[in-house]
C-alpha cells in the first residue's frame, strides 16, 4: 500500500511493440497501491482545475461589453444544457445534484449581477468569477442547507469561465465508452458524478492510500494507484495497463500485461464467493463483518456473506440536511439495516460528524484546524441532546429486530469519555457499549476504557493520520499515512494487551480500511485482533488470504512487521511471506 | 398586479428539489414573477425565476409567501404556481 523509493521516479523503457506515440511507448509509473485489479483501457484525464483570472482583469480592447454579455450569456446557457443533459443520464442524488446545479448555471441573478460587472469594464470572466463569489458568499451567510450550495455556485462559475475560454469543464470527463480516469486527486464532489459502469480504474499523480480516490476506488471495487507522479501528463486516449496491487501503470502494454489482465478476470470470478465464515487454516475463527452505509449496502453485504455489520456508518440519516432527523425517520433508517442481518452482531457508529464530513447543524465550519476539533463524539460537547436522541431511536429500532445490535461512540480520547458514552447508553437501553479507537490516547488506555465499555473496534484511517501527524489527504504524505506504519501496528497491539489486562478479554475488533487489505488483515489477526469489518467487495480476498496460514503464522508476521524499520519494510516482509497474494494478483 | 399568496407545504422548505421544480415553472411563462415573505415590501421581492434567489429567500415550510406578476394571464399563472407552492414536491 505504500510507495517506495523507486516509485517516485519514472522509469522509461522502450517496449518492442510499434506505437503511434514513441514517446510514451512502453513507458511505465510507479505509484501506491490502493485497490487491487489488474485491467487494460485507455484513459482520460481529468482537466486541471480552472484558474482564477487575474483580479481586476478588464475587458480586452476592442471588446465591447455588449459582445462580452452576448459570450457571458452563452456560456451560461451552454453549462446549463451540458449539466441538464448529464442529469438526464444520472439517477438518484446525483441526478437532483445536477439537475439544481444546471438552473444555478444560467440563474437570472447570476448573470445579471456578472452582466452589470461587465457594462463597467471587467472582462467576462472575472465578471462571473466577482458575481458567483458574491452569491456564494450571501449562501455561506445563510448557514446550514444554503451554505452547503456555495460549493454548487463556485463549482458553475468554473465551469462558466472554462466555457468562455474554450478549455474542457472541470470534473470528471463524460463519455460513453468505459474509460480509465487519470487526474491529480479526486475530490468528495467527484463521488456524485463517478459512474462506476464507465469507469474501469482510478490512477492519480497525487494522494494517499486514504485519500478520497482510495477509499471509493475500494468501495466500488475498481483496480486503482495513487501518487504515480507524473501521470496526469499522459494525453486522453493512451492506453495503459494499471495494477492495482503492485502500484504500476504501463503505457502501451504488451502481450504480458494482457496476460495478466486476463487472468485477473478469471480470477475476480473465483474471488466473487465468500462461504460466510472467515477462519485461519487451522480452523482459528476470524469473523468477517462488513462496513455499511444504509440498508441498500447491508442487503448487498448480507448476500456477500458479511457475518454482520462491523461499522453501520450513521451519517447517512443526517448528511445534506440543515436539521437534525427526527427520532421516527433514524429509527425507520436503523431498522433496514438491523432486518438485513437477523441473529448477526450490527455495530452502530453514532454520529461521525466533523472534519471531511461537515454538518450545518453541528459543526462549526470555520475551525482552523477540523481534524482535531469538535467532530465525532465531541460534538456532544457543543449540541448536547443530538447522542441521546440518537442512541434513542437505535434502541427503539433495536427493539423488534432480531439483529445484535451493538453500539459505539467515535472519536473517544479517555476513558472518562467512555464511561460517559456507556451512561448514556445504559439510559436509553442499550446493552452492549463500545469505543472506537482512533486516537493514540485510547490505544495507549484502552485497559482503562475498557473496564466501562465491552468491546472496542480500531478505525485504522485516522488512528493513523494522528499517530503519524500526516494529513490523510495529503499525495507527499502518503508514504506516512499508510496503516503499515509499525507505529501504528505497536498502537493495535496496546490495544489488545489493553483488553487482555485484568482479565478483561473483551473484543478488539478492526473497522477501518487496513481490514480489506489482505496481507494487512493477516498481520491484524496475528496482534490479536478478534474480527475484521470491511467493504464487502473485500470480504472474499480477505478470507482466501486469511485461510492460506495458521494463527502462528500470522503471530509470526506481526513480529515482524512490528519490529519492521519502515512501512515499506513491513509490508514487503510479509508480503513475501504469502505466497498467494501474488497468486491471486492481490 | 396580480398578487397570489401560497403556505409552503413542502417539508424542507423552498430549496433543493422544490425550488428546482417551481423555478422551471416559472421560467416557462411568459411573465416576469416575483416573490416574497408575506408582509415584506413589494420592491423587495425576488425574481422567481432564479433559483439563488430562491434559495436565498429562506422559505421554511409553513412559511406563507406573496407571488406578484402583471399581464395578461397574470392570475391563471400565478393560480398555477401557487398550486406547485402548495404540495409537498419532496415527498413525491
Known amino acids: ?173 463524460y463519455s460513453d465508452t468505459p474509460f480509465i480516469l487519470v487526474g491529480e486527486d479526486l475530490a468528495p464532489a467527484d463521488t456524485a458524478t463517478l459512474d462506476p459502469a464507465k469507469v474501469l480504474a482510478l490512477v492519480t499523480s497525487s494522494g494517499g492510500p486514504q485519500s478520497h480516490t482510495a477509499i471509493i476506488a475500494r468501495a466500488l471495487g475498481l483496480p486503482a494507484v495513487v501518487a504515480a507522479a507524473g501521470v496526469d501528463g499522459l494525453s486522453d486516449g493512451t492506453v495503459i495497463f494499471v495494477d492495482g496491487a503492485a502500484g504500476t501503470i504501463r503505457v502501451d502494454p504488451g502481450t504480458d500485461e494482457v496476460a495478466l489482465a486476463k487472468a485477473w478476470e478469471t480470477t475476480t470470478a473465483a474471488l466473487a464467493v465468500f462461504d460466510g465464515t472467515g477462519r485461519l487454516q487451522d480452523g482459528h475463527l476470524v469473523p468477517l463483518l462488513s462496513n455499511v452505509g444504509g440498508a441498500k449496502d447491508a442487503v448487498k453485504a448480507a448476500a456477500a456473506g458479511a457475518q454482520g455489520v462491523g461499522l453501520l456508518r450513521t451519517e447517512f440519516c443526517f448528511l445534506g440536511r440543515d436539521t437534525e432527523p427526527t427520532i421516527t425517520e433514524q429509527v425507520e433508517a436503523y431498522r433496514g439495516v438491523f432486518d438485513a442481518f437477523p441473529g448477526k452482531k450490527v455495530v452502530v457508529r453514532t454520529l461521525d460528524a466533523g472534519a471531511d464530513k461537515p454538518l450545518p ?226 | 398586479m396580480s398578487e397570489r399568496t401560497a403556505v409552503i407545504a413542502s417539508r424542507v422548505g423552498l430549496h433543493a428539489r422544490p425550488a428546482g421544480i417551481f423555478v422551471a415553472a416559472v421560467g416557462e411563462l411568459p411573465l416576469e414573477v416575483t416573490i416574497a415573505m408575506a408582509g415584506e415590501p413589494a420592491e423587495d421581492a425576488m425574481d422567481a425565476s432564479s433559483i439563488l434567489s430562491i434559495m436565498s429567500l429562506g422559505a421554511s415550510n409553513g412559511d406563507t409567501v406573496v407571488l406578484r406578476a402583471d399581464g395578461e394571464g397574470a392570475d391563471e399563472a400565478l393560480d398555477s404556481l401557487v398550486k406547485i407552492l402548495e404540495t409537498d414536491l419532496d415527498a413525491e
Open chain 1, 1 to 173: 500500500m505504500v510507495g517506495n523509493k523507486e516509485s517516485r521516479t519514472i522509469v522509461q523503457t522502450l517496449s518492442g511493440k510499434a506505437s503511434s506515440d514513441q514517446a510514451e511507448t512502453g513507458r511505465t509509473f510507479s505509484g501506491v497501491g490502493v485497490s487491487p485489479g489488474r485491467i487494460i483501457g485507455s484513459i482520460l484525464v481529468m482537466p486541471q482545475a480552472v484558474q482564477e483570472p487575474a483580479v481586476g482583469e478588464r475587458l480586452a480592447e476592442g471588446t465591447a461589453p455588449e459582445d462580452a454579455s452576448i459570450a457571458l450569456r452563452a456560456a451560461a446557457k451552454a453549462v446549463q444544457t451540458n449539466l441538464t443533459a448529464r442529469s438526464v443520464g444520472a439517477s438518484g442524488a446525483g441526478r437532483e445534484v445536477l439537475e439544481a446545479t444546471a438552473l444555478m448555471a444560467n440563474d437570472p441573478m447570476l448573470v445579471k449581477a456578472a452582466v452589470k460587472l461587465i457594462t463597467n469594464g471587467a472582462s467576462a470572466e472575472r465578471a462571473i468569477w466577482d458575481a458567483a463569489a458574491s452569491v456564494a458568499e450571501m449562501l455561506h451567510n445563510l448557514g446550514g442547507y444554503m451554505a452547503e450550495r456555495a460549493t454548487d455556485v463556485l463549482d458553475v462559475r468554473s465551469r462558466i469561465v472554462a466555457e468562455l475560454r474554450g478549455v474542457p469543464a472541470p470534473g470528471i470527463p
Open chain 1, 361 to 586: 447543524f453541528l459543526t462549526d465550519a470555520s475551525e482552523p484546524n477540523p481534524a482535531l476539533g469538535v467532530r465525532g463524539y465531541r460534538t456532544d460537547f457543543t449540541s448536547p441532546g443530538v447522542l441521546e436522541r440518537q442512541l434513542e431511536a437505535i434502541a427503539q429500532a433495536a427493539d423488534d429486530t432480531e439483529a445484535q445490535v451493538w453500539v459505539m461512540a467515535p472519536m473517544i480520547s479517555t476513558a472518562e469519555e467512555a464511561e460517559h458514552f456507556a451512561g448514556l447508553c445504559a439510559a436509553a437501553g442499550l446493552t452492549t457499549p463500545g469505543v472506537m479507537v482512533e486516537v493514540p490516547s485510547a490505544a495507549l488506555t484502552a485497559s482503562s476504557i475498557l473496564e466501562h465499555v465491552d468491546f472496542v473496534s480500531l478505525g485504522t484511517n485516522d488512528l493513523t493520520q494522528y499517530a503519524m501527524a500526516a494529513d490523510r489527504q495529503l499525495g507527499p504524505l502518503a508514504a506516512l499515512n499508510t496503516p503499515w506504519q509499525p507505529a501504528v501496528l505497536q498502537l493495535i497491539r496496546l490495544t489488545v494487551a489493553g483488553s487482555h489486562d485484568q482479565g478483561h478479554d473483551k473484543p478488539v475488533g478492526v473497522c477501518g480500511e487496513a481490514a480489506a487489505d489482505p496481507a494487512l488483515a493477516v498481520v491484524l489477526v496475528g496482534l490479536g485482533v478478534s474480527s475484521l469489518s470491511m467493504t464487502a467487495r473485500a470480504l472474499s480476498a480477505v478470507a482466501a488470504v486469511l485461510a492460506s496460514v495458521t494463527l502462528p503464522e500470522a503471530q509470526q508476521l506481526a513480529a515482524l512487521a512490528l519490529t519492521a524499520n519502515s512501512a515499506t519494510d513491513a509490508r514487503r516482509i510479509v508480503r513475501e511471506k504469502l505466497p498467494i497474494l501474488n497468486t491471486l494478483g492481490l
